[in-house]
């Protein structure tokens, strides 16, 4: 975007929401026209947002390549840099590098049936795809989404949800760990509701995202369900530090997260060390 790749471009924060008790959501506009005009990404790639003062931290661009009124990031709090990122405000000045990374490989999924599996903010990278391919809905098969949280409170883009149940052409699956009063979809972990869903492997493409442990169980799921390797995209954006293949922080073997990643198939994944 600058180029300067260590550089931030200036933002503005247009809106906040208050996603979860721990995540909010941005959504902020690069304040130089040029850059904002010009400004492309694809579905998976990640940005370097700045608390001044402070440090950076990676999240995923997860509003769509196809609705560019503003770049969406969400942020769970979890340490210094996102706290910090948590006490701002709309009008507020931001830092973004973007966009970094590889993105999902949508052009070779045309025509495949989709099946995304996201546990909390999970949801982030899951979503940027979903509203790409249901905003070019013809060039897709089947598309299922199964979303799951511990609980309704800790469930991101809660205010989407009705829209997506409501769609002919999504099938949308919702779930939490335990019984919650009022709480009318399924109830029980990711990986057991997904094996009762229950979906074809043939001519199919599994996206899942969430904590370790749900991505761990959820692709012993889909193997159990005739997915192969190759079938199975995830994305670590996490471990991305520099965005630039520098600083050497994100690397899993010979892997820079950063140059290869963040996403990646089970099959590219499984011939890295087990360092996740």
């Known amino acids: ?25 941005f959504r902020v506009t690069l304040n ?11 579905p998976g790639q990640v940005g370097q947002l700045s608390a ?3 440090g950076e931290a990676t ?22 840099v996102t706290s910090m990122l948590h006490t701002l405000s709309a009008g507020d000045q931001i830092g973004v590098r973007a966009p970094l990374g590889n993105a999902f490989p949508y052009e070779d999924m045309k025509g495949k049936d989709i099946v995304f599996v996201g546990g ?14 249901l905003d070019n809905r013809k060039d897709y098969g089947k598309i299922t989404l199964l979303y799951g949280a511990r609980s309704p409170v800790d469930m991101a883009f809660s205010y989407e ?5 409501e769609r002919d052409d999504l099938d949308t699956h919702l779930t939490i760990d335990a019984a919650f009063e009022g709480w009318e979809h399924n109830v029980g972990l990711i990986p057991n509701v997904l094996l ?5 492997p043939k001519n199919c493409v599994a996206i899942t995202c969430g904590p ?28 991305m530090k520099c965005g630039v293949g520098i600083c050497g922080r994100c690397n899993i073997g010979t892997s820079y997260v950063c140059q290869d990643g963040p996403v990646y198939t089970y099959a590219q994944l499984k011939k890295l060390p087990n360092e996740m």
């Open 32 to 42: 130089n026209p040029n850059l904002k005009k010009d400004f492309t990404f694809g």
């Open 161 to 165: 949800l009705p829209e997506w149940l």
């Open 1 to 25: 975007m600058n180029s300067n790749p260590y550089l931030p471009a200036m933002a503005t924060i247009q809106e906040v929401i208050e996603e979860t008790p721990t995540i909010k959501t």
């Open 120 to 133: 909390g903010i999970g949801m982030a990278p899951l979503r940027t795809l979903l509203l790409f391919m």
């Open 196 to 200: 009762d869903i229950n979906p074809s």
């Open 59 to 80: 999240f995923v661009i997860n509003s769509s390549p196809t609705r560019m009124d503003y770049l969406q990031f969400s942020v769970m709090k979890t340490g210094e």
């Open 212 to 239: 370790p442990i749900m991505i761990k169980f959820t692709v012993q799921a889909l193997a159990k369900l005739g997915f192969e390797d190759e079938q199975i995209y995830t994305t670590l954006e996490k471990r």
């Open 52 to 54: 001044f003062g402070i």
